[in-house]
């Protein structure tokens, strides 16, 4: 069984400040990780994933995440926030067994990004 | 935008009353799956399918069915609606393994209040 932390429920911070969403997994198996976005009131979209190869992802909006097997840890990043990345943002994983794709969510951080 | 419609988008039921919840597909994706979203649980499953007519259970399916005879439509039924299963339920759709890494798509939810 999989499963995935987040270790923090909510991160405020300033506009143009960097940010660091953490994630933490736990699989007996190899797994594909990835972020996924809410905004209000709407469905979730995919920020960027990892399947293999580079370590270092990069998403859309600027946003990156770092694999770290030894750590069991796949952080989200961005060097200078903007209003509107207040969102919540769902790390999930999917390991490799099988193709129909059960992602495990961890439960959310929601960034809020201040004036 | 991948062209996942969910119906209704809001309901409001009493207790013990039946209750149906659509998603529909016009991506012909293989894999269909219904998550519920709530404070501090971040998405878990409830059923997923991988084909007509072919579903499993999910992490939290008791109290829900489902169906699939058409590869674009996935029902999700609550046989008799209770308060514990008011939430906002998502649809999601993959490709599968065939079609890439298997990344989930998302509708835009189905906000469900059982008083």
């Known amino acids: 069984a999989q499963s995935v932390t987040q270790l923090d429920s909510q991160v405020p911070v300033f506009e143009e400040a960097p940010v660091e969403l953490r994630c933490n997994y736990s699989s007996s198996v190899s797994v594909y990780l990835f972020w996924y976005v809410q905004y209000p009131n709407q469905g979730l979209q995919l920020l960027l994933k990892y399947l293999s190869g580079s370590t270092l992802v990069k998403g859309i909006n600027g946003f990156e995440a770092e694999f770290n097997k030894s750590q069991t840890s796949f952080h989200l990043r961005k060097p200078s926030v903007h209003i509107s990345d207040t969102a919540e943002y769902f790390c999930a994983v999917s390991d490799l067994a099988g193709s129909a794709r059960q992602l495990t969510f961890g439960s959310g951080t929601q960034l809020t990004v201040l004036p | 935008d991948a062209g996942i419609t969910q119906s209704p988008r809001h309901k409001v039921t009493e207790t013990g009353t039946p209750v149906t919840l659509r998603c529909h597909q016009t991506e012909n994706h293989r894999y269909m799956y219904w998550y519920r979203q709530d404070p501090g649980h971040g998405l878990r499953l409830i059923h997923y399918?991988?084909?007509?007519?072919?579903?499993d259970k999910g992490e939290v399916s008791d109290g829900y069915s489902v169906s699939r005879s058409k590869t674009e439509d996935f029902l999700l039924t609550l046989e008799s609606a209770t308060s514990s299963q008011t939430s906002v339920y998502f649809c999601a759709i993959s490709a599968g393994l065939e079609g890439g890494a298997g990344e989930l798509f998302f509708g835009e939810g189905s906000r469900l209040t059982v008083l």
């Open positions: 399918s991988y084909g007509v007519k072919d579903t």
